[in-house]
T-cell receptor, first 114, second 112 residues
Framework: DGGITQSPKYLFRKEGQNVTLSCEQN?????MYWYRQDPGQGLRLIYY???????QKGDIAEGYSVSREKKESFPLTVTSAQKNPTAFYLC?????????????FGPGTRLTVL | GENVEQHPSTLSVQEGDSAVIKCTYS??????FPWYKQELGKRPQLIID?????GEKKDQRIAVTLNKTAKHFSLHITETQPEDSAVYFC???????????FGKGTRLHILP
């Protein structure tokens, strides 16, 4: 399961706290993505980044923030402004130079708000 | 923007029978259609994909068909086995675009 990693696997947060989820890839991929997965909701895009120091909002960016200081890393911060943060979070990456844009996923982080 | 609808949300089939999952998309510019399989508690993994210049693609027991005129594509699994039980996601994107849009998923149960 190398290539793209996420940590921690499980995360518990008290209400009002910010938490940061880690995502690292050694695939030399240009683009990285954060998705949120809830039962019956599929994969919803939170933020994505195509290049270092640049990122765009996805469909459900409110209450989240990201940074892309290095090509390999794309951490996601879940802020206290996110009203219902309990979910499974998936990070993905892809090479924009490829002829098709298969996305490779990390193993996910399950966040629970206590 | 692109919208992908996926049906059914849940599907149960007897082991050995075939399973079909259908998706529709809204953006006629979409030209890349991957399918992902996600086993319980694990990451989604690509199982097959198709590009718009192809009408059908097959890989062992899995096949995908694409109808660009109607803007729908389907996943076919033949001779289903217990290990096929998982959630399957269809997706659509414009090749080399910055993002892909996923359907909401189909939970496939293979009954003994």
């Amino acid at each position: 399961d190398g290539g793209i990693t996420q940590s921690p696997k499980y995360l518990f947060r008290k209400e009002g706290q910010n938490v940061t989820l880690s995502c690292e890839q050694n695939l030399n991929h240009d683009a990285m993505y954060w998705y949120r997965q809830d039962p019956g909701q599929g994969l919803r895009l939170i933020y994505y980044s195509q290049i270092v120091n640049d990122f765009q909002k996805g469909d459900i960016a409110e209450g989240y923030s990201v940074s892309r200081e290095k090509k390999e890393s794309f951490p996601l911060t879940v802020t206290s402004a996110q009203k219902n943060p309990t979910a499974f979070y998936l990070c993905a990456s892809t090479s924009l130079g490829a002829s098709y844009n298969e996305q490779f996923f990390g193993p996910g982080t399950r966040l629970t708000v206590l | 923007g692109e919208n992908v609808e996926q049906h059914p949300s849940t599907l149960s089939v007897q082991e050995g029978d075939s399973a079909v999952i259908k998706c529709t998309y809204s953006d006629s510019a979409s030209n890349y259609f991957p399918w992902y399989k996600q086993e319980l508690g694990k990451r989604p993994q690509l199982i097959i994909d198709i590009r718009s210049n192809v009408g059908e693609k097959k890989d062992q027991r899995i096949a995908v068909t694409l109808n660009k005129t109607a803007k729908h594509f389907s996943l076919h699994i033949t001779e289903t086995q217990p290990e096929d039980s998982a959630v399957y996601f269809c997706a659509a994107s414009i090749q080399r675009d910055d993002k892909i849009i996923f359907g909401k998923g189909t939970r496939l149960h293979i009954l003994p």
